[in-house]
């Protein structure tokens, strides 16, 4: 039985984690750090100086931004956030855009008046914002997370500074995770306890899935992955999964309960297995225990490779929910950590190359690998240890393919920035 420090560190992650998002993490990110420092300057800016790393130039750069009227970029982040954001909604930032603030929004980028710059820096989620208005300039530096504000300077003096977390963010305790505890948490905390998480990830990933099958998002991949294969509950899980990352990437306008800063891995950790549950009958209770399962799992995967990298997180997100079906189906520990291994075994290698519509591909192609590992371990076949990068034990494996995303694809990431770079 789980202790009561753990189980509370369980809740406290979820908490911090599974928040609601309009649009990509990174664009939203921008546009809450200038709508940020919009309030401190005390008006509308007149300039706005962007320095942002590579991975938030890779991330925002060919991503629409929701309420903007199909805008992308960084300048257009920053300015819709600094013209017509409201920073007290957090990442639902751009969520009462209005008219009057598109139109102020678009003039100030015609007249180009926002500028920006590569920040060189060790840290993949890191970027300063100046804001301008007469002689007054408000610094806003944002590290680690989409919300970690860690430094405000107002005309040159400090007025804010937490360099570890910021502002909003105050990261839980994460040393418990590993895959046996998750599993017993999801086994045994009071279902009461976790079914708000729950329910609002079925409610709001699942909206913009149906949004996402029933617009014209992108290529349409959810309804051409319908029409290419077998109608069964595989084919669904992957469909609708694609469709939801499409439509978010596509600028539409509805909030994703995000997970380790991303709607993507929210989207990929969750619709699969809400689908999946449905084909096959699963009672709520048990759905709500999956679900949460899914989460902690991509959470801690994701603690070895970072906020971003180039590693794409539709693998972590989708090794863990092929992991919650093995779990959903009554899988013994075993089964599970095989499902891991199966699943690491086969797709350990998809570039991150930057938010964009050909991310719901992405998570079909490792949704596709997911399931087949689940279906493999239930059958009780797995990949041998120290085959490849797989190790004796699938918590080391996760370790191990973090390693590589976060340290040994670095100069993979910085090429693939100044590739970009050379582009735009």
Not at 87 to 94: A, F, I, N, P
Not at 253 to 260: E, G, Q, R
Request: charged share 20%; aromatic share 6%; proline share 3%.
């Amino acid at each position: 039985m789980l202790s009561n420090e753990i189980t509370q560190s369980f809740l406290a992650i979820l908490s911090e984690e599974l928040i609601a998002a309009m649009g990509c993490t990174e664009p939203i990110a921008l546009a809450y750090a200038a709508a940020r420092g919009r309030a401190v300057l005390g008006g509308d800016p007149e300039f706005i100086k962007a320095c942002c790393s590579g991975n938030i130039i890779k991330n925002v750069r060919c991503v629409r931004i929701p309420n903007s009227r199909g805008m992308t970029g960084i300048e257009a982040a920053c300015a819709l956030g600094a013209l017509a954001g409201d920073d007290s909604r957090l990442m639902e930032v751009l969520e009462a855009v209005t008219a009057e603030g598109l139109q102020k929004t678009v003039h100030f980028l015609s007249q180009r008046r926002c500028r920006v710059e590569y920040l060189d820096s060790p840290t993949p989620l890191h970027f300063i914002l100046e804001l301008s208005r007469g002689s007054d300039t408000v610094s806003i530096e944002v590290r680690h997370h989409h919300l970690g504000i860690t430094a405000i300077r107002k005309n040159g003096v400090l007025i804010y500074e937490n360099a570890d977390c910021g502002e909003i963010v105050q990261p839980a305790e994460r040393s418990h995770l590993n895959i046996e505890n998750i599993y017993a948490f999801a086994n045994e905390v009071d279902i009461d306890l976790i079914r708000p998480y729950a329910l609002r990830q079925i409610q709001c990933n699942m909206a913009i899935s149906e949004r996402g099958m029933a617009g014209d998002y992108g290529l349409g991949i959810g309804k051409a992955i319908l029409k290419t294969y077998p109608d069964c509950e595989i084919t669904k899980a992957k469909a609708y999964t694609a469709a939801a990352s499409e439509a978010r990437m596509d600028g539409c306008d509805m909030p994703v309960i995000i997970t380790s800063g991303s709607g993507n891995q929210g989207i990929a950790s969750t619709v699969p297995v809400i689908v999946y549950a449905r084909e096959r009958g699963i009672p709520d209770e048990q759905l709500y225990r999956c679900l949460i399962f899914s989460s902690l799992l991509t959470i801690f995967q994701k603690e070895y490779l970072g906020k971003l990298s180039a590693f794409c997180g539709a693998v972590s997100a989708s090794c863990a929910a092929g992991a919650a079906i093995t779990y959903m189906l009554g899988g013994t520990v075993q089964q599970i950590k095989d499902t891991i291994d199966n699943t690491l075994a086969d797709i350990p290698g998809i570039l991150c190359d930057g938010a964009k519509a050909s991310c719901a591909a992405k998570i079909a192609s490792a949704l596709d690998a997911a399931l087949l590992a689940h279906s493999l371990a239930m059958d009780g076949k797995v990949y041998e240890a120290n085959s490849g990068i797989l190790q004796d034990d699938a918590g080391h494996t996760i370790s191990s393919v973090g390693y590589i995303g976060k340290v040994g694809m670095k100069q993979t990431d910085a090429e693939i920035v100044k590739m970009m770079i050379r582009k735009a």
